[in-house]
């Protein structure tokens, strides 16, 4: 059983910063790629940022310059730190994570439950 715990969301004004994480738990070989993911009503879930095992960071040219993903191996767990937010960056926020449960297994993809961000004043 693997689990993705997210947290972190709510409701901040334009401007405003929130920082979310996410939690991976339970039976984990090891964890390649994570990153977050938003889904605003009435569209598809897009990326928002990425970070490779080893660091390496991926963005969403919208979110360029405000967000900043980073994680910890140690916990298995990835944070998004959001500033200067946006009423466009209002959307559910889900964690993912491509990990392997066992050493032979193949890399899958899992998902957290999704977290939501409203920024409005």
């Known amino acids: 059983q693997v689990q993705l715990v997210e947290s972190g969301g709510g409701l901040v004004q334009p401007g405003g910063s929130l920082r979310l994480s996410c939690a991976a738990s339970?039976?984990?070989?090891?964890?390649?790629?994570m990153g977050w993911y938003r889904q605003a009503p009435g569209k598809e879930r897009e990326l928002v940022a990425g970070?490779?095992?080893?660091?390496?960071?991926n963005y969403r040219d919208s979110v360029k310059g405000r967000f900043a993903i980073s994680r910890d191996n140690d916990k298995n767990t990835v944070y998004l730190q959001m500033n200067s937010l946006k009423p466009e960056d209002t959307a559910v926020y889900y964690c993912?994570?491509?990990?392997?449960?066992?050493?032979?297994?193949?890399?899958?993809?899992?998902w957290g439950q999704g977290t939501l961000v409203t920024v409005s004043s």
């Open positions: 993912n994570a491509e990990l392997r449960r066992t050493v032979t297994s193949s890399y899958t993809d899992f």
């Open positions: 339970g039976s984990i070989f090891s964890i390649n790629a």
């Open positions: 970070i490779s095992k080893f660091g390496r960071t």
